[in-house]
C-alpha cells in the first residue's frame, strides 16, 4: 500500500496567517492526490483533485500544487471557516490511502 | 443541489452486522458510483470500497473483504452498506460519498455513528 504522510500535524495559525500542508507519498503517484477538509458532525468535503485542481465552489485562497512524491495544500489568507482538519488522499492505485490529517487549530 | 443523506446511529454487540444507507438526491444516480469510507474514534480516514451506480459492479478493500457487501436500489437512489462479523474495532463514523471516478470523493453523506459494544 501507499503510505502518504502530512506534516505539521498539528498547525497552529491565526486569521490571515498565509497556511501550507505538506503530503508526502511513499511511491510516486504522479499527480492523482486530492485534499478534504473535515469538521466534527459534518460532511467531509472535497477542496482540490488531481493535485492542483480546484473543486467548485471551493473558495480560491486554497490552492495545491506538487507532483510525483511531494504535495502542498496552501490557504493563502486563513479564515475563521478554515479552522478543521485536511487530509490528503492518493488514488493512484489500490487501496487508495490518507494521510494522518492536518489540525488546524487557533493561535 | 447534491443532497446525500445516510441513515442513523447504529449500536451492535460484537458478531452482529449492521446496514448503512445513503440516499442521493439532486444528480442522475447511474450517472456515478458510491464509496464508502469510515474514521474511527481519532483516527484518520479509510476507504472500505465502491460500487457503480450504473450496473452493480463493486470493489472492496482488501480488508473487508468477504465480510461487507454494497448494493444499490436505483429506483430510490440508495446504496447500501452492510458489514458483518462486527468487531469493537469496527467502531466508526461511516460515511458514503459520490465518486466521481477514479476514487475521488464528492458530495458527502454527514456519516453514521456505529458503535461495536457488548
Known amino acids: 500500500d501507499i503510505q502518504m504522510t502530512q506534516s505539521p500535524s498539528p498547525l497552529s495559525a491565526s486569521v490571515g496567517d498565509r497556511v501550507t500542508i505538506t503530503c508526502r507519498a511513499s511511491q510516486s503517484i504522479t499527480k492523482w492526490l486530492a485534499w478534504y477538509q473535515l469538521k466534527p458532525g459534518k460532511a467531509p468535503k472535497l477542496l482540490i483533485y488531481q493535485a492542483s485542481t480546484l473543486e467548485s465552489g471551493v473558495p480560491s485562497r486554497f490552492s495545491g500544487s506538487g507532483s510525483g512524491t511531494e504535495f502542498t495544500l496552501t490557504i493563502s489568507s486563513l479564515q475563521p471557516d478554515d479552522f478543521a482538519s485536511y487530509y490528503c488522499q492518493q488514488y493512484s492505485s489500490y487501496p487508495v490511502t490518507f494521510g494522518q490529517g492536518t489540525k488546524v487549530e487557533i493561535k | 443541489q447534491v443532497q446525500t443523506v445516510q441513515s442513523g446511529t447504529e449500536v451492535k454487540y460484537p458478531g452482529a452486522s449492521v446496514r448503512v444507507s445513503c440516499k442521493v438526491s439532486?444528480?442522475?444516480?447511474?450517472?456515478?458510483?458510491i464509496s464508502w469510507l469510515r474514521q474511527a474514534p481519532g483516527q484518520g480516514l479509510e476507504w472500505l470500497g465502491w460500487?457503480?451506480?450504473?450496473?452493480?459492479?463493486?470493489r472492496y478493500a482488501q480488508n473487508f473483504q468477504g465480510r461487507l457487501t454494497m448494493t444499490t436500489d436505483i429506483s430510490t437512489s440508495t446504496a447500501y452498506m452492510e458489514l458483518r462479523s462486527l468487531r469493537p474495532d469496527d467502531t466508526s463514523v461511516y460515511f458514503c460519498?459520490?465518486?466521481?471516478?477514479?476514487?475521488?470523493?464528492?458530495?458527502w453523506g454527514q456519516g453514521t455513528l456505529v458503535t461495536v459494544s457488548s
Open positions: 460500487i457503480s451506480g450504473n450496473n452493480g459492479e463493486t
Open positions: 460519498a459520490r465518486d466521481v471516478g477514479s476514487r475521488v470523493f464528492q458530495h
Open positions: 439532486g444528480y442522475t444516480f447511474t450517472s456515478y458510483g
